[in-house]
C-alpha cells in the first residue's frame, strides 16, 4: 500500500491547503463564536474557565504586540481560540519569518521557540513551559554530529527541525516531515553526492528513503516517543472495527505502519488531504489533538480517534500562554555566533520551494 499511498501524496500536494491559517481573526471573534468552535471538545460547565483565560491573552496580545504561533498538536481550546498563526513545523518556520510583531509566544514545543528565535533574532520569543521538550531533540547532540563527520567526511548533513539550535548548527540544511523529500533530492543535485547523513529520525529517514532510492540516506536511532508506540495491528484493528476508514499516518511512524497506511503526510499534510479528499471517515495516526482541530473544518467527517498524546505539547496551556504575556518570563536565548550557524542550515531549507 505504500505506493498508493505516496501517489495519494503527490496528488494531494496540488490540492488547495486548508493549512496553515495565517490571520489573526481569532482576536476580533466574540467569546461565543469561539465557544462555537471548541463546543465538541471543551462542556459548557469548563468553557467560562477558559474563557476568562481566552480573554486575558487577547487583551495581553494587544498591549504587548504578540502573536502566536501554534502547532497543529496544540490542544483545541488554545489552537483554536488564541492561536493566530498556527501550522505544521514548516508553515511555523515559514511564517515566523513574516512576523511584524514584537513578541512571539510559542505554542508547540522548545525547538519550535528556538527556530522562531533563530529567524527573528531581535524579537522576543517566549516558551510557555521551557520543559516542552521532544523526545527527537534529545536523542542527538552536536558533538554526536561531530564525531559522525569524522566517520562520514564530505557526507552532507540534512537533520530535523526537531533538533536543538547546538544540532541545527553543526548541519547543512534542516528540513521537516513537510519537504524532506524534496530537501534530500535538492542537497544530492546541489552537492553532487548520493550518500546523505538525515538525522536523528530514523523513522523518517527510512520512509523517505522508500521514495528517493537513488540516494543513500544514513540514518540515526532517534524516534518520536508518539509516533513510535503505533503498530502495523493497530491499523488493521482499525480498518476490521471501523469498514471503510481512510488512514492518513505521519512519517514519523515507523515504515511498517506507514505501509499499511493509505496516505503519509506531515500534519498539514494530512489536514490538506482532509479537505481535499473529504473522506466519509477517518484516522489520523498522529497526536492526539490534531483530529479535534482538524474535526473543527469539517463537522460532516467522521473522525476515528486512537489517542496517542504528546506530553510535551500538553504542556502549554491557556494558564501558562497567559502568565508568559503577562510577566515576559520564558524567552529564549540563542548564543549569537551559534545562531548565525543554525540559521544558515535553516534559511538553506526555507529557500528550497
Ligand atoms: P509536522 O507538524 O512538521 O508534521 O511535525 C510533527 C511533529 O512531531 C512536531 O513535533
Ligand atoms: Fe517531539 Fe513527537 Fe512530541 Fe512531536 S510529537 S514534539 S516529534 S515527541
Redesign the pocket.
Known sequence: MLDAAIAAREEAAIAPPDLPRRDSGTAGLPLPDLYARVARHITPAEWPLHAREVEAIQRLKRERNAVILG???QAPEIFNTVADIV??????AREAVNVEADVIVMA??H??AETAKLLNPSKTVLMPDMGAG?S?ADSITGADIRLLRQHYPGVPVVTY??TSAEVKAESDYCC???NAVKVVRHVAKEWGVNRILMLPDEYLAQNVQKQVPEIELIAWKGH?E??ERFTPQDIRDLRDNHPGVVVLA???CPPEVVAEADYA??????ANYVGSHKPGRVVLI??CSMADNVAVNHPDIEFVRPCNL?P??RRITLANIRRALETMQGAVEIDPALAERARAAVERMIAIR
Open positions: 502547532h497543529n498538536y501550522g505544521d513545523s514548516l508553515a511555523l508547540g514545543v525547538f519550535m521532544c527527537l527541525v526537531n521537516t516531515s513537510g518520536c508518539v509516533h505521519h512519517p514519523e503526510g506531515s500534519t498539514a499534510d494530512m498522529t497526536e504528546c510535551h505539547m
